[in-house]
T-cell receptor, first 115, second 117 residues
Framework: DAGVIQSPRHEVTEMGQEVTLRCKPI?????LFWYRQTMMRGLELLIY????????DSGMPEDRFSAKMPNASFSTLKIQPSEPRDSAVYFC?????????????FGDGTRLSIL | AQTVTQSQPEMSVQEAETVTLSCTYD???????LFWYKQPPSRQMILVIR??????QNATENRFSVNFQKAAKSFSLKISDSQLGDAAMYFC??????????????FGKGTLLTVNP
């Protein structure tokens, strides 16, 4: 069974450019999470979707960040315009919360570097 | 808000020996889950073990076991017979058992484990 698939694995772009990160959750999972990992702040939740609906976006740092989940098998995290301080590893995770004790399964992450 | 503290930024262990990684957390809830995730240099986040707060029995997965002390809010990970492949960053994480936004994971800062041959 395929795990959470993220693309691209690496992204290097110049400040001011639009960046789009993509995630395909595990089939059958109904919850999706976007996390960001930095040396300074560690792992922190950006946004959480349940049944394609954003439930908690309080971790989204500012209006430059947006996330969508148009269907159960695809989500995007967009940064526009990007800034050097957005450089981080971005993880997508999915889970099924029909049973409350299901763990979150993570993708391999996207390493984003903004020059 | 819940917090998770890992007081050991780095640990080292000799191959085949046992090592214990510490984790404490702060919460006012009585129903929650605790996890240990492993992040090797490949960057993957791999679930190692999980514990449900309402279960008194400590979870075990092969060479990995936990010491869950609910009253002390402590959740340590013991790795027995350490192997070179165990070298990684280990994260302790908390998740509420309530619904809504409480389903997010709150992570500690991590402990970098080195395994010496």
């Amino acid at each position: 069974d395929a795990g959470v698939i993220q693309s691209p694995r690496h992204e290097v772009t110049e400040m001011g450019q639009e960046v789009t990160l993509r995630c395909k959750p595990i089939s059958g999972h109904n919850s999706l999470f976007w996390y960001r990992q930095t040396m300074m702040r560690g792992l922190e939740l950006l946004i959480y979707f349940n049944n394609n609906v954003p439930i908690d976006d309080s971790g989204m740092p500012e209006d430059r960040f947006s996330a969508k989940m148009p269907n159960a098998s695809f989500s995007t995290l967009k940064i526009q315009p990007s800034e050097p301080r957005d450089s981080a590893v971005y993880f997508c995770a999915s889970s099924f919360f029909g049973n409350r004790d299901q763990p979150q399964h993570f993708g391999d992450g996207t390493r984003l570097s903004i020059l | 808000a819940q917090t998770v503290t890992q007081s050991q930024p780095e640990m080292s262990v000799q191959e085949a020996e046992t090592v214990t990684l510490s984790c404490t957390y702060d919460t006012s809830e009585s129903d929650y889950y605790l996890f240990w995730y492993k992040q090797p240099p490949s960057r993957q986040m791999i679930l190692v073990i999980r514990q449900e707060a309402y279960k008194q029995q400590n979870a075990t997965e092969n060479r990995f076991s936990v010491n869950f002390q609910k009253a002390a809010k402590s959740f340590s990970l013991k790795i027995s017979d350490s192997q070179l492949g165990d070298a990684a960053m280990y994260f302790c994480a908390y998740r509420s058992a309530r619904g809504g936004s409480n389903y997010k994971l709150t992570f500690g800062k991590g402990t970098l484990l080195t395994v010496n041959p």
